[in-house]
């Protein structure tokens, strides 16, 4: 079974940084597109970041400039940089991963529990 388990969240002053980091785990061989959403309370999940196995990124408007996204050699571990952080950050971050290839079979689009952020005074 894969599982994404994501940490690094908490809770930051207007304009600090944090940095969120994501473990995949179960046997992986390759993981197409990991990719870091987040849902603000009452506000829909929305694509923050999203990392392809060839090197690409892409990154939502909002974060452009602030945000940097980035997967280990291995691909199996994801990190989300997160500078000039503002109130309209806060949320729970996602982790997912699209396609993911195991010994055993393939799996797709897999969720971690999520990390809270809170950016306030």
């Known amino acids: 079974q894969v599982q994404l388990v994501e940490s690094g969240g908490g809770l930051v002053q207007p304009g600090g940084s944090l940095r969120l980091s994501c473990v995949a785990s179960?046997?992986?061989?390759?993981?197409?597109?990991m990719s870091w959403y987040r849902q603000a309370p009452g506000k829909q999940r929305e694509l923050v970041a999203a990392?392809?196995?060839?090197?690409?990124?892409n990154y939502a408007d909002s974060v452009k400039g602030r945000f940097t996204a980035a997967r280990d050699n291995a691909h199996v571990t994801a990190y989300l940089q997160m500078n000039s952080l503002k109130p309209e950050d806060t949320a729970v971050y996602y982790c997912?991963?699209?396609?993911?290839?195991?010994?055993?079979?393939?799996?797709?689009?897999?969720w971690g529990q999520g990390t809270r952020v809170t950016v306030s005074s």
């Open positions: 179960g046997s992986i061989i390759s993981i197409n597109v």
């Open positions: 990392m392809k196995s060839d090197g690409t990124t």
């Open positions: 997912n991963a699209d396609r993911v290839v195991t010994m055993a079979t393939v799996w797709r689009d897999i």
